[in-house]
């Protein structure tokens, strides 16, 4: 039977949010023996979201809420850079259907004895005694620990002040299409990246600038998702991407197959980019999910949660029994999905490129799935990229690009990442410069971009 959670009623750990990160590693500490009250604002079990993932993420409990999956990539530029290729790494990257799989969790926590208080909104948190006391707009609820889940506007991190202001955001408006699928489309089919040229009438302009970019995942018959994302330093909002959104879909000569689509579910959201560095804690408070940055430097936080909540369970409930729930031993608890450094630089280095390269960049980027094995794309979204493949990608990138064009798409407070990337990576600058040596002798001239400069408007 479900625990009552009256105001003043005792619990193991208060979980801040109801989404998916907060429901999954509530439902596994619930299944531990431990007394959880989950807080969400609106309903739990009810998202705005919707998620592919790579199947090694999946589990015996967790696969029977996938199916079909992404099975072709695709990109395109309105400069007229085009790639495409059928998934290499896996036969798929299987959807999710967030209507069974929240819901589940929901279920799960409330039969083993731990409570849910919908439209319950966390305002702030007290320690005192060894105790921590939330204040809800329901009433206190008291507990030993508190879990932070409220994702990409945490007030818990407000009030701790642990904004991190190097993250990226990705915003993101778009929605579930009723339509045929007419000019090619077929089921499985992932749009990773399209532009178009009346969505900024600069044609050097980033995505830092406010360039938006337009993907679709083709879910089944009839059925597309469909969404405008922009990554910048700051979070866009729903009223500024909702028009622009709308023109992509019913206006661009290139979006013709969607332009009949009916719309029948509104999605959204914002999720943060930022170093994969999951070790955020106060002295009784941990922070899990978005809150707590649990993505990779490319986003994929459904990705991440699905897999690392049991392990971070299981970690969290160890360090219950031990009487440790101070800031250092929570901090210790996050699993890395990935060990080597080369992995994250490399990914860090991708997302300061997605953002604030100018277009005809981005234009020479997505053609070099054209040239390499673009299994290295997928190796790059899943962080199993190889030393093999970080060495042959930087040697790529200083191929194409001049010192000066890459140094100005990062950040100055982000510059020390050349010294991280040619520590790691002698043989790629050797192989750059043998490169470099050999198009000078074949009397190759380097295809630059004009000057632009890193600036977020
Ligand atoms: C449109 C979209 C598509 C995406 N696609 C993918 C994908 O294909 N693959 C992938 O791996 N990832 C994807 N992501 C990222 C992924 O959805 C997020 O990383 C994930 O949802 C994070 O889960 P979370 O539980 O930490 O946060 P959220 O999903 O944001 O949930 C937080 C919950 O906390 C509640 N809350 C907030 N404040 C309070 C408060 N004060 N009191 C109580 N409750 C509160 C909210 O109502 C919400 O229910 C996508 C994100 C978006 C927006």
Redesign the pocket.
């Known amino acids: 039977m479900a625990a009552s959670a009256q105001s003043g009623h005792e619990f193991d750990i208060i979980v ?8 999954s590693v509530a439902s596994e500490m619930a299944k531990k023996g431990h007394r959880v009250l989950v ?4 309903t ?1 079990g ?8 790579p199947p090694f993420v999946l589990d015996g409990e967790t696969r029977q809420f996938s199916y079909g999956g992404v099975t072709r990539f695709l990109a395109a530029t309105y400069s007229g850079a085009k790639t495409q290729w059928r998934a290499k790494l896996y036969p798929a990257y299987p959807y999710i259907d967030e209507k069974k799989i929240l819901p589940y969790w929901v279920e799960v926590i409330e039969k083993n004895g731990s409570a849910i208080m919908n439209n ?4 702030r948190h007290d320690i005192s005694d060894g105790r921590v006391s939330v204040t ?1 707009t329901k009433g206190i609820f008291t507990a030993a620990l508190l879990l932070d ?7 818990v991190i407000k009030q701790l002040k642990m904004e991190d202001d190097s993250y990226y955001w ?1 915003s ?1 408006y ?1 929605a579930v299409l009723d339509m045929p699928l007419t000019g090619g489309l077929e089921t499985g089919d992932y749009m990773m990246w399209q532009t178009f040229k009346d969505t900024n009438p600069n044609p050097k302009a980033s995505l830092a600038h406010g360039r938006p970019v337009f993907e679709y ?1 083709v879910l089944g018959p009839n059925r597309v998702f469909a ?1 405008l994302l922009f990554l910048r330093k700051k979070q866009v909002t729903k009223e500024a991407m909702k028009p622009l959104f709308e023109r992509m879909l019913r206006r661009e000569d290139s979006t013709a197959p969607f332009h009949g689509a009916k719309m029948i579910e509104e ?5 943060p980019s930022g170093e994969v560095s999951q070790n955020k804690a106060a002295d009784r408070v941990a922070f ?5 940055c ?2 990779t430097p490319c ?8 897999q690392n909540y049991k392990t971070y369970a299981g970690k969290l409930d160890e360090t219950i029994k031990a009487g440790r729930l101070d800031a250092e031993a929570l901090q210790a608890i996050p699993a890395l999905r990935v060990t080597e450094e080369f992995q994250v630089v490399f990914d860090k280095l991708v997302m300061h490129f997605l953002s604030n390269a100018p277009a005809p960049m981005l234009d020479k980027f997505i053609n070099f799935f054209n040239q390499i094995d673009p299994i290295l794309c997928e190796r790059m979204f899943t962080l199993t990229l190889t030393k093999e493949d970080f060495e042959e990608s930087i040697a790529l990138f200083l191929k194409n690009f001049t010192f000066g064009e890459l140094i100005r798409v990062l950040p100055v407070e982000d510059y020390g990442l050349v010294i991280r990337v040619a520590k790691l990576s002698v043989f790629a600058y050797i192989a750059a410069y043998w490169y470099k040596f050999t198009d000078w002798l074949a009397g190759r001239k380097n295809n630059k971009v004009e000057g632009f400069s890193y600036e977020e408007e």
Not at 299 to 306: A, K, N, P
């Open positions: 801040a949010g109801g989404g998916p990160a907060g429901l807080l969400e604002k609106e739990a009810q998202t705005k979201r919707s998620w592919f993932v319950t909104e966390y305002l809800t889940a409220s994702g990409y506007d945490s007030p990705w993101v778009g995942e969404l999605k959204f959201g914002w999720y899990i999910g978005d809150a707590g649990w993505t986003g994929w936080g459904m990705t991440f949660i699905l």
